[in-house]
């Protein structure tokens, strides 16, 4: 493999703060009735198949007719989604914008509902600026499936060595780096400038 200088962004936790506990710690008072919530009603598994695409009002529906009682957190999943962000990651949106300015090209694999990514380009404006992105509820694909780096690569005319992807999952990282492209795990505080000049990209 020869040096990247294409780089590669998810999204969650390496450019936005993400976290569902954002949004319900206003809702429940209990920090044990909040876990017991987001591990057995609003779970991960659950979440995880509107980033495959799955409609929110399906998805709110299918929870609220088997937890009845607990409808209004439910629904506050969708409807207070932004609340679910805190804010961005400074130092690494930061980073973004220097390598836009210095010409890098930059795209983004993300897990993410199509129509809360579209949500979050209009609060987070920096999300649109992307050479473009692949987001797996309108690709009905999920990070780690090889298809859907593959799926960048191909679309957009990309070689796999010409990439470094960034994720803060270790799994997802894996999956890039099974397709050939170099990869970073972000976890804070990492210096992810730092990282990238170990690679040859300075920003």
């Known amino acids: 493999m020869g040096k990247p200088h ?9 450019l936005l703060r993400w976290d569902p506990r954002n949004l319900y710690r206003k809702i429940f008072s209990d920090e044990t009735q909040m876990e017991w919530f987001l591990s057995t009603v609003c779970t991960p598994h659950w979440n995880i198949e509107q980033d495959r695409g799955r409609d929110w009002d399906e998805a709110v529906a299918l929870l609220v007719k088997d937890y009845p009682d607990h409808e209004t957190p439910i ?15 400074e130092e690494n949106v930061a980073l973004l914008e220097r390598l836009r300015e210095a ?27 992307f050479d473009d992105a692949i987001v797996s509820g309108d690709e009905r694909l999920l990070k780690p499936q090889p298809e859907i780096y593959n799926l960048l690569l191909s679309r957009y ?4 060595g010409d990439c ?3 994720d803060d999952s270790r799994d ?3 999956g890039a780096r ?3 492209m170099h990869a970073i795990h972000f976890n804070e505080p990492m210096d992810l400038a730092a990282e990238l000049r170990r690679y040859g990209i300075e920003a």
């Open 172 to 174: 997802n990282v894996e």
């Open 103 to 129: 010409g890098v090209p930059n795209y983004a694999i993300t897990n993410f509902s199509g129509p809360k990514f579209v949500l979050a380009q209009k609060l987070y404006p920096f999300l649109a600026g």
């Open 164 to 166: 470094i992807f960034i």
């Open 157 to 160: 005319g990309l070689t796999a």
């Open 178 to 180: 099974a397709v050939g």
């Open 75 to 89: 629904r506050a999943f969708h409807e207070r989604w932004e609340e679910t962000v805190s804010g961005v990651i």
């Open 6 to 14: 294409i780089v590669v962004f998810d999204i969650g936790n390496v």
